[in-house]
C-alpha cells in the first residue's frame, strides 16, 4: 500500500510530455515562431466547422468510365482486326465491353487469337478482360469484376494526383485530399468559402482533344456536339491531337476584341503534329472539344508551326483562369461526381468556437464546485484529476494528429461529466471501507480494488458504443468518437492511477488513523442508511413507463422526426443577411424556383436565415445546380448578403448516412448485450436491453416533440445515451452481483433493494455532474449542437430513473421465474470480503449509500 517511487516517476513523466504537447495550444503564433525545434510546437488542427472553408465528397462515376474504355476498347479492336487483316460488320459498345460481328464465321478463331491480347492479367490467376465468341461470327468482350475494380483503383489514385495538382494552382494552404472508401475522394479547403469555385475546379474532367468536322449527311464516326450557346457541330469520333501534349495554358486577353482567352502551348512531339495536322487541312474548320463541349471551332487558315494557340469562347476573367489551371494540372481519368458539400464561413466558425470555449468552461466550473461541494478537500483531488483529463485528452488529439470539430468539443464537455464517474465510484467506496472500521490507507486501498471492476465495467460499455460511433461516423462525428474515447481511456489513468498516489501521499504524510470523505456543509443527499422499498413501486414504475412509451411511439407517427439533410438529402444554408420582420418576400422569391418545398426559419441572431429545400428529382448534379439557383435568388432580395454555411447532400449519401446510424444503434446494443452477458448472466443482459431500447424510444420522443433536427449528431447523442444508460446499469449491477454472492439466502427482491440504496448516491452525483456537464452546451452551444446536448440532457434523467424503476424490476421477474425453475442467480463469491453488513430494521440489513 506504498507508492512505489518508480511508478511515481512513471506518472509524472507522462504528466510532464503530456503538458509538453499540450502547451501549444495555449501560446501564441509568436512565441510558437522561437519554439525549440526539439519541443512539440504543433496546436491541435481545428475543423472546417470551426474555421471555415468547405468540404467536398466526389465519386469517380464508374458507368462513365466504364463506357470511356468500352470506347477505348472498341478503338483498340478495330486497330488490332485491321492490322490482322481480319474484317468485321461492327464494333458496339456496352458498359459491359464491346461486342464485335465479323464478316466471315470462318474468321472467328482468328480473331478470338487476336483480340485476346487486349486481356491483361489481374492478380495471380485472373484477367481484366473476358474474350470469348458470341454465336458463330461474333465475340463478346466483357470486363471482368477484378478489372472493373483494378481500373476503379487506377482512377482514384490518378485523380488524387490530378487534384492535388489543380488545388497547388488556386493556392490554398494546408489542403486535406484523400482516399475515402473504394470510389471516393475528399477533399477539405481550409479558408475556401464559396465551393462553386471548388466544385468547377475539381468536378470538370478537364480532357481537351482536337477533332476535326465531318459532313453531317454522313453519321458514321460522327457525334454532334455543341457550344455554350446551343450551336451543334458535327464532330469526328477520331481524335486528331489529344490535350495530353499541352506543356502550358495561361488566361489572357485577345489584342483585338480585348475578350478573356486561353493561351495554350504544346510540347515538342504536340507542336509537330499539330503543325502536321494545321497543313493537311488548311481551309478546313477543327473543334476544341473539353469535356464533349465545343470550346471553339475555328477555320484553319495556315499552317501553325509555334507550336502555340489560343481558345476563345465568351470566358468570363474568372472561367478563363479557371480553364487554364485545369489544362495546366491536366485531365482526370474519368468523371468526378459531388456527393456531398459543406462549406462553413470563418466569422460563423469563429463564433462557433467562442460557443464550444463558453459551453466547456461553464461545464467544467460546475462540475468543479459539485465535486467540491460533496466532497471537501478530497473533492479537489478529484477535480486535479479532471483538470488532468482534459490537459491529457488535448495532448492525445496532438500526438494523434486529430482535428478538434464542433461535436469534438461536445465530447470533451461530456467527457468531463463522465471521468467524475469514476471519481465518484472510489470515493462512495472509500466511505463505505471507512464506515466498516478501516484505517485510512487500508480503506484508500480497499475502495479503489473493490471500485476497479465497477469502473471498468462502465468504461468498457461506453467504449463500446464510441468505437462504434466510429467506425459508422463520418465528418465531424467521428471527431467527437475520438475526443470522447481519449476521455474515457484517459479517464482510467487520472481517475485511478494518479487520484489513488495523491491520496495515499495525502494520507501518509499527514499520518491520518481515518479518512473522512464528508460534504462541504455537511448536507449528503441521500442520508446513510436509506432503505427505500423500491420494489414496492415496481408495477407504478412499469405502467408509467408503458405510457410513456405509446406516448413517444404516437409522436414519432405524428409530428415525427424532423430529419435534418443528412438523412433526407437536399440544401441547407445559413444567410447572414438583413432579415425583414415578414419573411414574405423571401419565401415569395424562393417558392418561385420551383424546388419544391421551401422552409424559412430565422436561427441565432435576427439577422440569420436557415434556408432548407427537399432533395431534387435526379441525381447529385441537381442538388448542386439548385444551390446556384438559390444563391441567386438570395443575392436578388440582398445583394449584401453572405453565405455562412451550406450544406449539400445528395441523395446517395443520405442514404448511407441513415443505414450506417440505424446499424450503429443497433450493434451497440448487441453489443451491450453480449458484454453484459459475458459479465453477468442473462438475466441482466435481458433487464439492461430491454431498458436500454426503453430510454431509446423516449429519447426519440424528446426528438420528435421539439422538433430538433434528427442527424448525425442526433445518432452521437443516440449512441452515447446508449453508453450511458448501461454504464449506469452496470454500477447497479455489479453491487447487486456482490451482494448476491455474499448473501446468497436472502430474498432477491430484499438483494436488489438494498443494491439500489446502496448504490443511489452514486447514481444521483453521477447522473447530476453528467447532466452539468451538458447543460452549458445546451444553453451556449448554438443550434449546432442542440440536437446533441437538450436530447442527451434529457436522456440522462430518462437512464437515471430506469435504472431504479425499469431495470430492476425486469431483473426481479426474471430471477423469481429462474427461482421457481430451481436455479439461483449466482454462484458464492470465494474471493469476496464476507457478507455486506445490512441496516438494523431493514430487510436483510442496514443498506449503507455506497
Given at each position: 500500500?506504498?507508492?512505489?517511487?518508480?511508478?511515481?516517476?512513471?506518472?509524472l513523466?507522462?504528466?510532464?510530455?503530456?503538458?509538453?504537447?499540450?502547451l501549444?495550444?495555449?501560446?501564441?503564433?509568436?512565441?510558437?515562431?522561437?519554439?525549440?525545434?526539439?519541443?512539440?510546437?504543433?496546436?491541435v488542427?481545428?475543423?472546417?466547422?470551426l474555421?471555415?472553408?468547405?468540404?467536398?465528397?466526389?465519386?469517380v462515376?464508374?458507368?462513365?468510365?466504364?463506357?470511356?474504355?468500352?470506347?477505348?476498347?472498341?478503338?483498340?479492336?478495330?486497330?488490332?482486326l485491321?492490322e490482322?487483316?481480319?474484317?468485321w460488320?461492327?464494333?458496339?459498345?456496352?458498359?459491359?465491353?464491346?461486342?464485335?460481328?465479323l464478316?466471315?464465321?470462318?474468321?472467328?478463331?482468328?480473331?478470338l487469337?487476336v483480340?485476346?491480347?487486349?486481356?491483361?492479367?489481374?492478380?495471380?490467376?485472373?484477367?481484366d478482360?473476358?474474350?470469348?465468341?458470341?454465336g458463330?461470327?461474333g465475340?463478346e468482350?466483357?470486363?471482368?469484376?477484378?478489372?472493373?475494380?483494378?481500373?476503379?483503383?487506377?482512377?482514384?489514385?490518378?485523380?488524387?494526383?490530378?487534384i492535388?495538382?489543380?488545388?497547388?494552382q488556386?493556392?490554398?494552404?494546408?489542403?486535406?485530399?484523400?482516399?475515402?472508401?473504394?470510389d471516393?475522394?475528399?477533399?477539405?479547403?481550409p479558408g475556401l468559402?464559396?465551393?462553386?469555385?471548388?466544385?468547377?475546379?475539381?468536378?470538370?474532367?478537364?480532357?481537351?482533344?482536337?477533332?476535326?468536322?465531318?459532313?453531317?449527311?454522313?453519321?458514321?464516326?460522327?457525334?454532334?456536339?455543341q457550344?455554350?450557346?446551343?450551336?451543334?457541330?458535327?464532330?469526328r469520333?477520331?481524335?486528331?491531337?489529344?490535350?495530353?501534349?499541352?506543356s502550358?495554358?495561361?488566361?489572357?486577353?485577345?489584342?483585338q476584341?480585348?475578350?478573356?482567352?486561353?493561351?495554350?502551348?504544346?510540347?515538342?512531339a504536340?507542336a509537330?503534329?499539330?503543325?502536321?495536322?494545321t497543313e493537311?487541312?488548311?481551309?478546313r474548320?477543327?473543334?476544341?472539344v473539353?469535356?464533349?463541349?465545343?470550346?471553339s471551332?475555328?477555320?484553319?487558315?495556315?499552317?501553325?508551326?509555334?507550336?502555340?494557340?489560343?481558345?476563345?469562347?465568351?470566358?468570363?476573367?474568372?472561367?478563363?483562369?479557371?480553364?487554364?489551371?485545369?489544362?495546366?494540372?491536366g485531365?482526370?481519368?474519368?468523371?468526378?461526381?459531388?456527393?456531398?458539400?459543406?462549406?462553413?464561413?470563418?466569422?460563423?466558425?469563429?463564433?462557433?468556437?467562442?460557443?464550444?470555449?463558453?459551453?466547456g468552461?461553464?461545464?467544467?466550473?460546475?462540475?468543479?464546485l459539485?465535486?467540491?461541494?460533496?466532497?471537501?478537500?478530497?473533492g479537489?483531488?478529484?477535480?486535479?484529476?479532471?483538470?488532468?483529463?482534459?490537459?491529457l485528452?488535448?495532448?492525445?488529439?496532438?500526438?494523434?494528429?486529430?482535428?478538434?470539430?464542433?461535436?469534438?468539443?461536445?465530447?470533451?464537455?461530456?467527457?468531463?461529466?463522465?471521468a467524475?464517474?469514476?471519481?465518484v465510484?472510489?470515493?462512495?467506496r472509500?466511505?463505505?471501507?471507512?464506515?466498516?472500521?478501516?484505517?485510512?490507507?487500508?480503506?484508500?486501498?480497499?475502495?479503489?480494488?473493490?471500485?476497479?471492476?465497477?469502473?471498468?465495467?462502465?468504461?468498457?460499455?461506453?467504449?463500446?458504443?464510441?468505437?462504434?460511433?466510429?467506425?459508422?461516423?463520418?465528418?465531424?462525428?467521428?471527431?467527437?468518437a475520438?475526443?470522447?474515447?481519449?476521455?474515457?481511456?484517459?479517464?482510467?489513468?487520472?481517475?485511478?492511477?494518479?487520484?489513488?498516489?495523491?491520496?495515499?501521499?495525502?494520507?501518509?504524510?499527514?499520518?491520518?488513523?481515518?479518512?473522512?470523505?464528508?460534504?462541504?456543509?455537511?448536507?449528503?443527499?441521500v442520508?446513510?442508511?436509506?432503505?427505500?422499498?423500491?420494489?414496492?413501486?415496481?408495477?407504478a414504475?412499469?405502467?408509467?413507463?408503458?405510457?410513456?412509451?405509446?406516448?413517444?411511439?404516437?409522436?414519432?407517427?405524428?409530428?415525427?422526426?424532423n430529419?435534418?439533410?443528412?438523412?433526407?438529402?437536399?440544401?441547407?444554408?445559413?444567410?447572414?443577411?438583413?432579415?425583414?420582420?415578414?419573411?414574405?418576400r423571401?419565401?415569395?422569391?424562393?417558392?418561385?424556383?420551383?424546388?419544391g418545398?421551401?422552409?424559412?426559419?430565422?436561427v441565432g441572431?435576427?439577422?440569420r436565415?436557415?434556408?432548407?429545400?427537399?432533395?431534387?428529382?435526379?441525381?447529385?448534379?441537381?442538388q448542386?445546380?439548385?444551390?446556384?439557383?438559390?444563391?441567386?435568388?438570395?443575392?436578388?432580395?440582398?445583394?449584401?448578403?453572405?453565405?455562412?454555411?451550406?450544406?449539400v447532400?445528395?441523395?446517395?449519401?443520405?442514404?448511407?448516412?441513415?443505414?450506417?446510424?440505424?446499424?450503429a444503434?443497433?450493434?451497440?446494443?448487441?453489443?451491450?448485450?453480449?458484454?453484459?452477458?459475458v459479465?453477468?448472466?442473462?438475466?441482466?443482459?435481458?433487464?439492461?436491453?430491454?431498458?436500454?431500447?426503453?430510454?431509446?424510444?423516449?429519447?426519440?420522443?424528446?426528438?420528435?416533440?421539439t422538433?430538433?433536427?434528427?442527424?448525425?449528431?442526433?445518432i452521437?447523442?443516440?449512441?452515447?445515451l446508449?453508453?450511458?444508460?448501461?454504464?449506469?446499469?452496470?454500477?447497479?449491477?455489479?453491487?447487486?452481483?456482490?451482494?448476491?454472492?455474499?448473501?446468497?439466502?436472502?430474498?432477491?427482491?430484499?438483494?436488489?433493494?438494498?443494491?439500489?440504496?446502496?448504490?443511489?448516491?452514486?447514481?444521483?452525483?453521477?447522473?447530476?455532474?453528467a447532466?452539468?456537464?451538458?447543460?452549458?452546451?445546451?444553453?451556449?452551444?448554438?443550434?449546432?449542437?442542440?440536437?446533441?446536448?437538450?436530447?442527451?440532457?434529457?436522456?440522462?434523467?430518462?437512464?437515471?430513473?430506469?435504472?431504479?424503476?425499469?431495470?430492476?424490476?425486469?431483473?426481479?421477474?426474471?430471477?423469481?421465474?429462474?427461482?421457481?425453475?430451481?436455479?439461483?442467480?449466482?454462484?458464492?463469491?470465494?474471493?469476496?470480503?464476507?457478507?455486506?453488513?445490512?441496516?438494523a430494521?431493514?430487510?436483510?440489513?442496514?443498506?449503507?449509500a455506497?
Amino acid at each position: 500500500m506504498k507508492n512505489s517511487p518508480y511508478l511515481v516517476t512513471t506518472y509524472l513523466a507522462v504528466i510532464l510530455v503530456a503538458l509538453l504537447f499540450a502547451l501549444p495550444n495555449v501560446l501564441p503564433a509568436s512565441v510558437l515562431e522561437r519554439w525549440p525545434d526539439a519541443l512539440p510546437s504543433k496546436p491541435v488542427a481545428l475543423g472546417l466547422d470551426l474555421r471555415g472553408g468547405s468540404h467536398l465528397v466526389l465519386e469517380v462515376d464508374g458507368s462513365e468510365l466504364r463506357r470511356e474504355r468500352s470506347r477505348t476498347l472498341a478503338d483498340e479492336a478495330r486497330r488490332m482486326l485491321r492490322e490482322a487483316d481480319t474484317p468485321w460488320r461492327s464494333v458496339e459498345t456496352s458498359e459491359r465491353g464491346v461486342v464485335v460481328l465479323l464478316r466471315s464465321a470462318a474468321q472467328q478463331q482468328r480473331a478470338l487469337d487476336v483480340l485476346a491480347a487486349l486481356s491483361n492479367p489481374v492478380g495471380a490467376a485472373r484477367k481484366d478482360l473476358d474474350v470469348t465468341p458470341r454465336g458463330e461470327d461474333g465475340i463478346e468482350l466483357v470486363f471482368t469484376a477484378e478489372g472493373q475494380h483494378q481500373s476503379i483503383t487506377r482512377a482514384v489514385e490518378q485523380s488524387l494526383e490530378v487534384i492535388r495538382q489543380r488545388v497547388d494552382q488556386v493556392g490554398v494552404s494546408e489542403p486535406t485530399i484523400q482516399r475515402v472508401g473504394a470510389d471516393r475522394i475528399l477533399v477539405q479547403l481550409p479558408g475556401l468559402q464559396d465551393p462553386a469555385q471548388l466544385r468547377a475546379l475539381l468536378g470538370s474532367t478537364a480532357k481537351m482533344s482536337f477533332h476535326m468536322l465531318g459532313d453531317s449527311s454522313s453519321p458514321d464516326g460522327i457525334r454532334t456536339l455543341q457550344d455554350s450557346e446551343g450551336n451543334s457541330y458535327p464532330v469526328r469520333n477520331s481524335v486528331a491531337l489529344s490535350g495530353d501534349r499541352l506543356s502550358d495554358a495561361s488566361a489572357g486577353f485577345d489584342q483585338q476584341t480585348r475578350e478573356p482567352v486561353v493561351n495554350f502551348r504544346f510540347d515538342r512531339a504536340g507542336a509537330r503534329e499539330f503543325a502536321a495536322i494545321t497543313e493537311a487541312n488548311v481551309g478546313r474548320p477543327f473543334a476544341i472539344v473539353l469535356d464533349g463541349k465545343v470550346l471553339s471551332a475555328p477555320v484553319i487558315r495556315e499552317p501553325i508551326t509555334g507550336g502555340s494557340g489560343q481558345i476563345s469562347g465568351n470566358f468570363s476573367v474568372q472561367e478563363a483562369g479557371t480553364l487554364s489551371a485545369l489544362l495546366r494540372a491536366g485531365a482526370l481519368p474519368a468523371k468526378l461526381t459531388v456527393i456531398e458539400e459543406r462549406s462553413v464561413g470563418a466569422d460563423l466558425g469563429s463564433d462557433v468556437i467562442q460557443k464550444g470555449i463558453y459551453a466547456g468552461i461553464g461545464a467544467f466550473v460546475l462540475v468543479f464546485l459539485f465535486m467540491f461541494v460533496l466532497y471537501g478537500g478530497w473533492g479537489l483531488v478529484a477535480n486535479v484529476a479532471l483538470a488532468l483529463n482534459v490537459v491529457l485528452t488535448i495532448a492525445g488529439m496532438s500526438m494523434l494528429g486529430a482535428t478538434l470539430t464542433l461535436p469534438g468539443i461536445a465530447g470533451i464537455v461530456l467527457g468531463i461529466g463522465l471521468a467524475v464517474d469514476a471519481n465518484v465510484l472510489i470515493n462512495e467506496r472509500i466511505r463505505e471501507e471507512t464506515l466498516k472500521g478501516k484505517a485510512a490507507v487500508t480503506a484508500i486501498d480497499a475502495g479503489f480494488r473493490r471500485a476497479y471492476a465497477t469502473v471498468m465495467d462502465s468504461n468498457v460499455t461506453a467504449l463500446i458504443a464510441t468505437v462504434l460511433l466510429f467506425w459508422f461516423g463520418s465528418g465531424p462525428v467521428r471527431g467527437f468518437a475520438i475526443t470522447m474515447a481519449l476521455g474515457i481511456v484517459i479517464s482510467m489513468f487520472t481517475a485511478v492511477s494518479v487520484v489513488k498516489v495523491m491520496m495515499l501521499s495525502i494520507a501518509r504524510r499527514r499520518r491520518l488513523k481515518t479518512i473522512e470523505i464528508r460534504p462541504l456543509f455537511g448536507f449528503r443527499p441521500v442520508p446513510d442508511g436509506t432503505r427505500f422499498d423500491f420494489m414496492k413501486a415496481r408495477f407504478a414504475g412499469l405502467g408509467v413507463a408503458a405510457v410513456l412509451v405509446a406516448a413517444s411511439v404516437l409522436l414519432l407517427f405524428k409530428p415525427g422526426l424532423n430529419f435534418g439533410i443528412d438523412f433526407r438529402g437536399g440544401i441547407q444554408m445559413e444567410v447572414s443577411a438583413g432579415i425583414p420582420d415578414d419573411l414574405s418576400r423571401y419565401r415569395t422569391q424562393l417558392d418561385g424556383l420551383g424546388l419544391g418545398e421551401v422552409s424559412l426559419q430565422t436561427v441565432g441572431s435576427e439577422d440569420r436565415l436557415l434556408v432548407r429545400v427537399e432533395r431534387q428529382p435526379g441525381g447529385e448534379a441537381q442538388q448542386t445546380a439548385a444551390v446556384e439557383r438559390l444563391k441567386a435568388a438570395v443575392l436578388e432580395i440582398d445583394p449584401r448578403a453572405s453565405f455562412e454555411r451550406t450544406e449539400v447532400v445528395g441523395p446517395k449519401v443520405s442514404g448511407e448516412l441513415a443505414q450506417a446510424g440505424v446499424i450503429a444503434v443497433i450493434l451497440a446494443s448487441l453489443a451491450m448485450l453480449v458484454y453484459i452477458w459475458v459479465r453477468f448472466e442473462w438475466p441482466f443482459a435481458v433487464g439492461a436491453i430491454l431498458t436500454l431500447v426503453l430510454d431509446v424510444v423516449l429519447t426519440l420522443g424528446v426528438f420528435a416533440i421539439t422538433g430538433l433536427d434528427f442527424s448525425l449528431t442526433a445518432i452521437a447523442a443516440l449512441l452515447t445515451l446508449v453508453g450511458y444508460s448501461v454504464n449506469d446499469k452496470v454500477v447497479v449491477y455489479d453491487r447487486m452481483r456482490e451482494n448476491l454472492r455474499s448473501l446468497r439466502k436472502q430474498p432477491l427482491r430484499e438483494v436488489i433493494d438494498m443494491s439500489i440504496n446502496q448504490t443511489l448516491t452514486r447514481s444521483l452525483y453521477t447522473s447530476v455532474t453528467a447532466f452539468l456537464a451538458v447543460l452549458p452546451l445546451a444553453v451556449w452551444g448554438g443550434s449546432a449542437v442542440a440536437s446533441f446536448a437538450v436530447p442527451m440532457a434529457a436522456g440522462i434523467i430518462i437512464a437515471a430513473c430506469s435504472s431504479v424503476f425499469i431495470a430492476a424490476p425486469i431483473l426481479l421477474f426474471l430471477g423469481d421465474w429462474r427461482s421457481r425453475r430451481g436455479r439461483s442467480m449466482f454462484a458464492p463469491d470465494t474471493e469476496a470480503d464476507g457478507p455486506l453488513p445490512v441496516p438494523a430494521g431493514a430487510p436483510g440489513g442496514p443498506g449503507r449509500a455506497a
